[in-house]
């Protein structure tokens, strides 16, 4: 359904705030910073999710429009070859010009500018996806930021806090961990409904799927330190091999953020270094750790199918189990206190390689290099974080990254077959 020209303008409005607002608490030198290739700094994200509106909306559909700055095509273009050339991922941290103020002041002006876009998109359905295409984009952009900003923080030796006011609740213990039956069966996966969804969710189809059993809650940090206590990360036989090399090379021990210290383990959050809580699901594990540990327990990881279809069955409420919210940037579900955790806690690493549905087709055009070029050497994350905007938090919503990478929100939910 096209929305209304009032209502997609306050959207838009909505939008654009909120990405300057996560960025509000931060000094202008942490903007700047990037501490590895994978961490964008602040100021880029500001940027970069500028350009995306300039360069495939106003400049496409406004004749009047004049660019703010031309040479900013190079600098904030991420990934799009059809777009020209690009500054490599890794130097995005050299950019000391233009200035943090001199980003908002581009922001500033691309908003201006995009009032008349907006006056005009409720008569132009394809002017609307773009719209709503680059909302999304941003909204990406904006968990990324949390990403990116809690991986600068917690890599500064002072463990400056990005907040002093923390929401974080007791952990529920009314939902007691049990694992969930499913009958084997022919089940339908992927979109299907009228609001937005991206193309890699697109070409609902059938699966097959043997007798199983699914985890109702994540793995906590306890489960967790007591695979690291049996010696999780010495014994290559719980590893793949890749991630056996990948704990010898990087010498890791722990999930990112974990620091032992005084007979204690800690753990960096938005607040600064807290002690870490075992009643709270562990987080910031690759997947490489997620099915070491699945092995370790004798289980396994659920196949992105599973996952879809258990939280289609089980219910998709936020429980109280989890505890990641650290500060006001994070959404507050609905608490059901005897709910299962399927969405809005943690992305969940599945056993499944990220690959287009039946009949997935890509678009043409920067659109077509949005999804589809990276359906490979990647696997499949479900269910959303805290850092997730709610807008983007479905069954169907496909995420994707390498297996060694830790510095999202992920964590663990365990399967089996029966």
């Known amino acids: 359904m096209v929305q209304t020209t009032p209502k997609i303008a306050e959207q838009y409005s909505k939008v654009r705030r909120r990405t300057e607002t996560l960025c509000q608490p931060l000094k202008e030198e942490d903007t700047v910073v990037q501490p590895i290739v994978d961490v964008s700094p602040p100021k880029w994200h500001l940027g970069h999710t500028t350009w995306f509106f300039e360069n495939f909306l106003l400049v496409e559909h406004l004749p009047t429009y004049k660019h703010y700055n031309k040479q900013l ?63 999304q984009h941003e909204m990406q952009h904006q968990e990324l930021l949390v990403t ?68 109702n809650k994540l ?24 991630g056996w090399e990948w704990v010898k090379n990087l010498e890791t021990k722990a999930p990112l953020y974990w620091f032992f210290s005084q007979g204690k383990w800690w753990q960096f959050t938005m607040q600064g270094l807290k002690e870490i809580d075992l009643d709270e699901p562990v987080m910031h594990v690759s997947y490489y750790e997620a099915e070491a540990f699945a092995r370790w327990k004798g289980m396994r990881l659920p196949t992105e199918f599973e996952w879809e279809v258990a939280c289609n069955i089980y219910g998709n409420q936020a429980d109280e189990s989890c505890n990641l919210l650290e500060s006001e940037i994070y959404h507050t579900n609905k608490q059901h206190a005897n709910s299962n955790d399927f969405i809005g806690n943690l992305w969940e690493w599945t056993s499944s390689a990220y690959l287009p549905y039946p009949h997935y087709q890509q678009a043409a055009g920067a659109l077509g290099e949005y999804n589809g070029k990276f359906m490979v050497n990647q696997m499949v994350l479900r269910g959303g974080s805290a850092a997730t905007p709610l807008a983007q938090i479905r069954p169907s919503y496909r995420n994707f990254f390498h297996a060694d990478k830790q510095w999202q929100f992920t964590g663990i939910r365990l399967a089996n077959f029966i």
């Open 73 to 135: 095509n190079y600098i904030f273009n991420s990934y799009y070859e059809s777009q020209g050339e690009r500054i490599l991922r890794s130097n995005r941290g050299n950019l000391t010009r233009p200035t943090l103020a001199e980003v908002l002041d581009y922001r500033a002006h691309v908003d201006k500018h995009m009032l008349q876009i907006l006056e005009k998109a409720e008569d132009d359905k394809k002017l609307m996806d773009w719209i709503e295409l680059g909302l």
């Open 148 to 215: 990116d900003i809690k991986y600068i923080l917690g890599n500064n030796p002072l463990f400056p806090k990005y907040s002093k006011q923390g929401t974080s609740k007791t952990p529920s213990k009314s939902l007691e961990q049990k694992m969930l039956g499913i009958s084997a069966g022919i089940y339908d996966i992927g979109y299907q409904g009228d609001e937005f969804y991206f193309d890699n969710e697109k070409g609902r189809h059938k699966v097959y799927l043997e007798d199983f059993e699914i985890s």
């Open 219 to 242: 793995v906590t940090n306890r489960e967790y330190l007591g695979f690291m206590q049996d010696g999780g990360y010495e014994k290559f036989g719980y590893w793949l091999s890749e």
